[in-house]
């Protein structure tokens, strides 16, 4: 009996022998390494958001006219830049008049003042009534304020003149022309639709109860179709709709090359921070036995550990078990790892791509 149980284990015995050294064997594997680090992680999780514009601004006409001039769709505009010229014609004309009325009142207002002097030195010396005084006062007192009016009625012209020729308030993109050249338009009619691309943020609904977990300059995860990035919160808005019971967050998109209007998901903490020791979640090998690690030892060959995940924010994702802060994780490469396989650390991804050394 002894000798039937001692035989299979011999050849067991052989067997893993055989297998360590064929494993040791390998030629060494290509990887990248990250450091386990401990860190404070909060719970979170993953809710809509959008790509928006700070200013997203309808620019309207302020004076009637024609359009003789609009810029193209696409156009990048800085502030100050001219985007739609409307047809002054009318407005020079009515200038011309308004100056020449101003030259009338002023003539008028003129000798009115010489004649209030006039009769003021008649007056002294009883040559002239008072009433006649009193009437040439109130006339240039009249003249005076009809010149006033004709000044400020030149100065008005001048200002729509100014305001037809329409000028972008910001550095922004024309992303739509809601007017055409030719058109005649109305004060306050729309004219381009302009929106500023330099100052992008990320405009979030997150439920009310994560408010406390919150504040403003922390850094949230974003995950897009066109990337990965992270955020500082610029903005908290803790007033939530009845219905949906979401708050606004706004984070600062400014560093983020993404378009407006893009959809993306942000990672919203919904618990209390909490000190683990977390990997990047590209560490994680999951099979059908369960989820592990690989971990680069002293002698540079990979040891396979089982862990279990727990709280997870962002890229990083707490693990439970035998792994401390400073291990290096292997996050690229162990999908062909074999437990014991000598490995090589590559610093650079177009390295381990290329199987350089």
Same mark, same amino acid.
Request: with cysteine; aromatic share 4%.
């Given at each position: 009996?002894?000798?039937?149980?001692?035989?299979?284990?011999? $050849?067991? $015995?052989?067997?893993?022998?055989?297998?360590?050294?064929?494993?040791?064997?390998?030629?060494?594997?290509?990887?990248?390494?990250?450091?386990?680090?401990?860190?404070?992680?909060?719970?979170?999780?993953?809710?809509?958001?959008?790509?928006?514009?700070?200013?997203?601004?309808?620019? @309207?006409?302020?004076?009637? +006219?024609?359009?003789?001039?609009?810029?193209?769709?696409?156009?990048?505009?800085?502030?100050?830049?001219?985007?739609?010229?409307?047809?002054?014609?009318?407005?020079?004309?009515?200038?011309?008049?308004?100056?020449?009325?101003?030259?009338?009142?002023?003539?008028?207002?003129?000798?009115?003042?010489?004649? !209030?002097?006039?009769?003021? @030195?008649?007056?002294?010396?009883?040559?002239?009534?008072? /009433?006649?005084?009193?009437?040439?006062? %109130?006339?240039?007192? !009249?003249?005076?304020?009809?010149? $006033?009016? =004709?000044?400020?009625?030149?100065?008005?012209?001048?200002?729509?003149?100014?305001? =037809?020729?329409?000028?972008?308030?910001?550095?922004?993109?024309?992303?739509?022309?809601?007017?055409?050249?030719?058109?005649?338009?109305?004060?306050? /009619?729309?004219?381009?639709?302009?929106?500023?691309?330099?100052?992008?943020?990320?405009?979030?609904?997150?439920?009310?109860?994560?408010?406390?977990?919150?504040?403003?300059?922390?850094?949230?995860?974003?995950?897009?179709?066109? +990337?990965?990035?992270?955020?500082?919160?610029? %903005?908290?808005?803790?007033?939530?709709?009845?219905?949906?019971?979401?708050?606004?967050?706004?984070?600062? @998109?400014?560093?983020?090359?993404?378009?407006?209007?893009?959809?993306?998901?942000?990672?919203?903490?919904?618990?209390?921070?909490?000190? *683990?020791?977390?990997?990047?979640?590209?560490?994680?090998? $999951?099979?059908?036995?369960?989820?592990?690690?690989?971990? *680069?030892?002293?002698?540079?060959?990979?040891?396979?550990?089982?862990?279990?995940?727990?709280?997870?924010?962002?890229?990083?994702?707490? *693990?439970?078990?035998?792994?401390?802060?400073?291990?290096?994780?292997? !996050?690229?490469?162990?999908?062909?790892?074999?437990?014991?396989?000598?490995?090589?650390?590559?610093?650079?991804?177009?390295?381990?791509?290329?199987?350089?050394?």
């Amino acid at each position: 009996m002894s000798n039937k149980l001692t035989l299979p284990l011999i $050849l067991l $015995l052989i067997t893993w022998c055989i297998n360590s050294n064929l494993v040791r064997a390998m030629p060494p594997a290509n990887v990248n390494v990250v450091l386990a680090k401990q860190m404070l992680l909060s719970p979170s999780g993953w809710v809509s958001g959008l790509i928006v514009s700070p200013n997203n601004s309808e620019i @309207a006409s302020e004076v009637s +006219g024609r359009i003789i001039e609009l810029a193209e769709l696409g156009t990048t505009v800085t502030k100050g830049d001219i985007i739609a010229r409307i047809d002054d014609s009318r407005l020079q004309l009515r200038l011309a008049e308004a100056r020449s009325v101003v030259v009338s009142e002023k003539a008028r207002y003129n000798f009115l003042e010489s004649e !209030v002097k006039r009769v003021q @030195a008649l007056a002294k010396r009883n040559l002239s009534a008072k /009433t006649d005084l009193d009437r040439l006062a %109130s006339e240039r007192d !009249v003249a005076r304020s009809e010149y $006033l009016q =004709s000044q400020s009625r030149v100065e008005q012209i001048l200002l729509d003149i100014a305001f =037809s020729k329409l000028k972008a308030p910001f550095d922004g993109l024309v992303s739509q022309r809601l007017s055409n050249v030719g058109e005649f338009v109305q004060s306050g /009619t729309g004219i381009i639709q302009l929106v500023e691309t330099n100052n992008n943020e990320v405009s979030v609904s997150a439920p009310i109860t994560s408010y406390p977990y919150l504040k403003q300059g922390m850094s949230l995860a974003i995950e897009s179709p066109m +990337g990965n990035a992270m955020a500082p919160v610029i %903005s908290l808005i803790p007033v939530a709709e009845n219905r949906s019971h979401l708050m606004e967050i706004r984070l600062d @998109a400014s560093n983020i090359s993404w378009p407006v209007g893009l959809k993306v998901k942000v990672a919203v903490p919904n618990d209390p921070s909490k000190d *683990v020791v977390a990997i990047p979640r590209g560490g994680l090998v $999951l099979r059908r036995e369960g989820i592990s690690v690989f971990k *680069v030892g002293s002698d540079n060959t990979a040891e396979q550990v089982s862990i279990r995940v727990g709280i997870g924010a962002g890229e990083f994702v707490e *693990v439970i078990g035998p792994i401390t802060s400073g291990d290096q994780i292997i !996050v690229r490469g162990a999908e062909r790892i074999q437990p014991g396989q000598m490995v090589n650390i590559i610093e650079s991804n177009d390295r381990l791509i290329s199987g350089k050394k």
